[in-house]
C-alpha cells in the first residue's frame, strides 16, 4: 500500500503508458460518468470526458437535472467574459 505522494507520483510515472488506458468511473449527481486518465505528468494526474452538446440536452430532457450535463450546461450560460484592465 503507497502511502505518500512521492511513491505514488513515481508509480504513476513508471506506469504512465498502461494508466493513460484505464478509466475511472465518479458519480454525480444520480449518474456514474465514465472518465479517460488522459495524462500523467510529474505534479498531477489529469482526467478527462468528452461530452457533446446534444447528449447535455438528453440528459436535462430526460430529468437528469443535477448530473454533469446541467452543470456543464449552467457553466456556459452563466460565462460572462471578464473585462481586461
Excluded: C, H, T, W
Excluded at 500500500?1 to 493513460?20: F, Q, S, T
Excluded at 470526458?49 to 446534444?54: E, L, N, S, T, V
Amino acid at each position: 500500500m503507497i502511502d505518500n505522494a512521492e511513491d505514488l507520483k513515481n508509480k504513476a510515472v513508471e506506469n504512465k503508458a498502461g494508466l493513460k488506458r484505464q478509466f475511472v468511473n465518479i458519480p454525480i449527481g444520480d449518474e456514474e460518468y465514465g472518465f479517460r486518465i488522459s495524462g500523467i505528468g510529474e505534479k498531477s494526474v489529469k482526467i478527462e470526458k468528452f461530452i457533446k452538446y446534444d447528449d447535455i440536452f438528453e440528459a436535462i430532457e430526460s430529468g437528469n437535472d443535477n448530473g454533469l450535463e446541467a452543470m456543464i450546461k449552467q457553466i456556459i450560460e452563466d460565462y460572462e467574459e471578464e473585462d481586461e484592465e
